[in-house]
């Protein structure tokens, strides 16, 4: 994407912009890490066109959420030219959120999928219908909870 942000795409519908979770190399995942990725976004890419999005490799010392949120939103509007769908995946999450807050013009829907949420008060009903969020996806049952942001 621009900006230089590595993704992959896969699946079809209309576009949902995935935020994976940090990782120690800023690139596309390869063997058995592209593998456990591209399962876990299967059932998404059966509804959506997936765009799997990574961190800009060379990221300085000091950058914050608000600048990787800046990059996206950047790259997002540039490609895109218009609001799109977004889920955060662990820390991805939390870019989506800076991404939703920061530059709410690039973001039509927003989701977060978390293995770290808590299982009591008012978010349990939430992660006890794991996959029944915004996007509707039953088949993420069993896989990190995923929490209605009320969008």
Do not use: C
Request: glycine share 12%; aromatic share 6%.
């Amino acid at each position: 994407l621009p900006g230089g942000l590595p993704y992959f795409r896969f699946g079809t519908g209309p576009r949902l912009v995935v935020l994976r979770g940090f990782t120690t190399t800023h690139d596309n995942p390869k063997g058995l890490q592209r593998t456990f990725e591209v399962k876990l976004l299967a059932p998404l890419a059966r509804r959506f066109d997936v765009f799997a999005v990574n961190r800009a490799p060379g990221l300085s010392p000091g950058t914050t959420m608000a600048d990787i949120a800046r990059q996206h939103a950047a790259a997002i509007r540039e490609a895109f030219g218009e609001p799109i769908d977004l889920l955060g995946i662990s820390s991805g999450g939390s870019i989506a959120l800076q991404v939703a807050a920061d530059h709410p013009d690039v973001v039509r829907r927003r989701e977060s999928a978390q293995d770290d949420e808590p299982r009591s008060g008012p978010e349990s009903e939430i992660g006890e219908t794991a996959g029944q969020g915004a996007f509707g996806d039953r088949e993420l049952a069993g896989h990190p909870s995923v929490l209605r942001t009320g969008l």
